[in-house]
């Protein structure tokens, strides 16, 4: 599983936009799913979106990064991308505490 986090701002919000932004504001949780999730300021003018991303690709980092950059634009709002994350989780090490005798 590829986790993707994508720092942006937003780019030439309509009315709408900002509207349904605001209403979803509440609805947005910091959470890692398949569609993305965003956060975002009260300006709506920066945003933070994650994304998770299976981790049976080859291409990896690359493959990730396009497929949240894909969820990102499924949400229809125009943006400008700042910073790219990408972590495999397949990499991270788990470290538990050992049992005491």
């Known amino acids: 599983m590829f986790r993707v986090t ?3 701002t ?3 919000l309509s009315d709408a936009d ?3 932004l605001r209403t979803a504001a509440d609805s947005f949780g910091a959470a890692f799913t398949e569609a993305g999730t965003f956060t975002c300021d009260s300006s709506l003018s920066a ?3 994650r994304c998770q991303v299976p981790a049976d690709l080859e291409d990896g980092d690359q ?3 396009q497929r ?3 969820a990102l634009d499924a949400h229809g709002y125009p943006y400008r ?3 790219v994350a ?3 989780m397949r990499d991270i090490k788990i470290r538990r505490k050992g049992r005491r005798r």
């Open 47 to 49: 945003f933070t979106f």
């Open 6 to 8: 994508i720092r942006g």
């Open 63 to 65: 493959e990730a990064t």
């Open 18 to 20: 900002r509207a349904a």
């Open 86 to 88: 990408v972590t495999d």
């Open 68 to 70: 949240a950059i894909a």
């Open 10 to 12: 937003f780019a030439g």
């Open 81 to 83: 991308i700042l910073r």
